[in-house]
DNA sequence: TATGAATGAGAGTTCATTCAT
DNA sequence: GATGAATGAACTCTCATTCAT
């Protein structure tokens, strides 16, 4: 049900997000929608937060993977960017913008994502400390490049969920790669192959 | 009106502007503003275009009055950052985060924002051109820095308008400083004279 | 309005009267009933406090045409009972029944209950202090008298409402007319061709 | 089960009982409560039927003890009018209120209400005879005496459970038991110590 | 007997929009 | 140009009731 709201609030946004259609997803009545969640407004905060927590489940797992911490940044960067294969939640930048702006009026709603936010700072912090101890990275003050970068990537995030003609993807995955590297002092190759696996490639894309 | 349908977007956000809002805050009747405006959403849009008109045009104002490149980009940080006294319009930031979930799903919002969004790109990008003119600047690749310094400015502008504990007008408008002192190879301090004179500092803003 | 409210309270009660009810009954929107009233409670308890004025200027409006004291207080009991002619608007006593369950939870209603009460009992008040004055009545204490008389009149009205088989309206109103004889010392015959003449009879009273 | 709806129904009212309210109050599920009295209107129909026989049996039970047929008039007067302390269930005239306005329109509650007023009119007809029978009254119809004073009873009834502001409880008990002993011809003083010692007092009173 | 889950059928209210004046 | 009156189309939420377990 958590999943049927997070599909409808993709689609229609938070604000045109109803309790029909999310119930319509579901495949039951509305009464039982509201029999859960109690009111509307409930429903869809939960829903944020829920898909929230998932796409931070979701990077958490991908980056235990890797070994380096360049490629846990690129990884993180990968996701947000939407140059990142399947297990990414459809939509979930999208959902971002929806959450900032209701964020602006609605205390729930800001504390999901504020919350959400330090966390991914913190994730952030986290890779450089490890790559400054292994020595893959400088040494920077990783406070002030989470702060920075994570600014960096919601930035991105707006013109690639906006589908700008000008910024897509494939530009701001390359950008960001680009600024950490000369920030972190490691090297960092454009890999056309990875990109070109990629089926987020918006067609829209100039140049 | 538009300045009404401004305000009351400010207040209430895009979707929660109602017309009657709107008629109450410029005095006259609802029916008047959909015979000037034909529907809701067309005067918002206008509205919303408007004012990203006078935003830019007071950018411009500001700009055109400072020599030197770096001190114009100041001034660009400074407005976007809130850090910057009196003639920004009230509420810029927020109506940007509405501005963009709006251009979600909104085609004619959508055009809004990436007309709004080239012209702020072109507006660093000429900056950074005077710059290396004048040697204020090191070389740099002007597209790729607007690309990306926009970004960042973009995600600064979240946090900003959401009062993040953490990251707040002060230390946004300081971290973005010191990226472009770095990039562009000028030198900056922080001027605490200026900052303590703004009104805009957040109490929430941790350390 | 008003008065399609008051009829659809008489058939339906004050709880179970609906907007759309209302709104069919006036040949008008259930949207513009809330426009004019803003909300179902507000007409409601305005429809309320409209019919018991209705009912009192009829009331009053009786009284003025009859000279002697005794006379007047008659035509306060007929119209109390039910037994008398047109005028007197449909379901008075109904709506009496109604207005006192609401009352109980709502303090709106019970100010209109408590000032008709009040002018009721100033109403009999006036007609002793009259009938005492015209040596009509003998010498009582006209105030325990209102109060007194007033509740008769009110128990009276709950047997009319609800069709009482044992209490009807003729036995009800000769009852209270030989109280009033009694403790105001005047004589009363039972005039059988007015209650011949009532159309209010109900088949149902027994005996 | 039929105690909780008693108390819902003085708490909200016939029209604002709920199920689910009743079912919280008896500690059970609202599917028991419907699996048991079959409709939420036949629960209500026979939790009135069941309080007003416990208001009956307990007035038969006071009356029983009291070897005078005065004593016994005025004690049903003292419950009538909630000048008497324990033992008398909470809150049984405001469910008279809602007991009239329910029967206007549902049969099963008028029959109810129909079946009590004729066997409070045929206690006090009885009490009548018996005092006739003892001397401690003079010779009065009692079938008309009964109608007229159980109407009586039911208007101040009205009175108390609105708290109105000018009879209260005090006030009516004087003037209803001032009537009995003017029309039985029996003498009665207005003891104060019983007031004083009845915790019903309303301060809102008058006078 | 007892219940949690599920629902159908509204109810009131909101609000953009229309239209006669 | 300007508005008050009017409405249609939703939308959220309520609640008695049902039913499988």
Redesign the pocket.
Known sequence: MLEAARRVMVERGFPG????DVADRA??????V???F????KLLTEAMRQSEDLWYAEMSRRAAKIPSAAGRLEEVVAMTCHVSGNGVPEGSLELWLDLWAQALRDQEVRAVREEFDERFRETIRQIVRDGIATEEFSEVDEDEFAVAYSALLDGFAIQIALEDPVVGPERAFDAAMRVASRQLGFTWEARRARRASSGRQRTREAR
């Open positions: 997000a109803r309790i029909t495949g039951v009545s509305p009464a039982l509201i029999y859960y109690k009111s509307k407004d």
